[in-house]
């Protein structure tokens, strides 16, 4: 199946959710305590667990779309509502909007994007 443009940016922007997700795992495990506000060694060990399984989805959802996989789109939908929750659940239980930033921003737009018809027609979901 031919792959248009705009699936593969959207497999690149799930690429870049999987590096920044796997980004923040390192920082929950004690790793990257220079990035971000607090200059302290952050360990919660629940978060690492949530957003290394994060890596792992968004890195297999890129290689789902970047096939072009029916079953990627809706899959991807359903992945970035779930980042969406997750990252919200960070916000709620003290983190900062720093921390959280980038990955709500573009999983809201992924999730914006991926509902378009045009989108859902190079998929044939429609």
């Known amino acids: 199946m031919?792959?248009?443009i705009g699936v593969t940016i959207l497999a690149l922007l799930a690429v870049l959710l999987a590096i920044l997700n796997g980004i923040a795992t390192l920082r929950f495990l004690g790793f990257f305590p220079?990035?971000?506000?607090?200059?302290?060694?952050?360990?919660?060990?629940w978060?690492?667990?949530?957003?290394?399984?994060?890596?792992?989805?968004?890195a297999w959802v890129a290689k789902m779309l970047w096939e072009v996989n029916?079953?990627?789109?809706?899959?991807m939908a359903v992945i970035s509502i779930f980042s969406l929750c997750v990252d919200f659940v960070v916000l709620v239980t003290g983190g900062s909007w720093y921390d959280v930033n980038l990955s709500v921003i573009v999983s809201a737009l992924i999730l914006i994007y991926v509902m378009l018809p045009g989108v859902?027609?190079?998929?044939?979901?429609d």
């Open 70 to 75: 029916p079953q990627g789109w809706i899959f």
């Open 120 to 125: 859902r027609e190079a998929f044939g979901t």
């Open 2 to 4: 031919e792959r248009p």
């Open 47 to 58: 978060y690492a667990l949530l957003y290394g399984l994060l890596t792992y989805i968004w």
């Open 34 to 45: 220079f990035v971000g506000p607090l200059d302290i060694r952050i360990f919660n060990l």
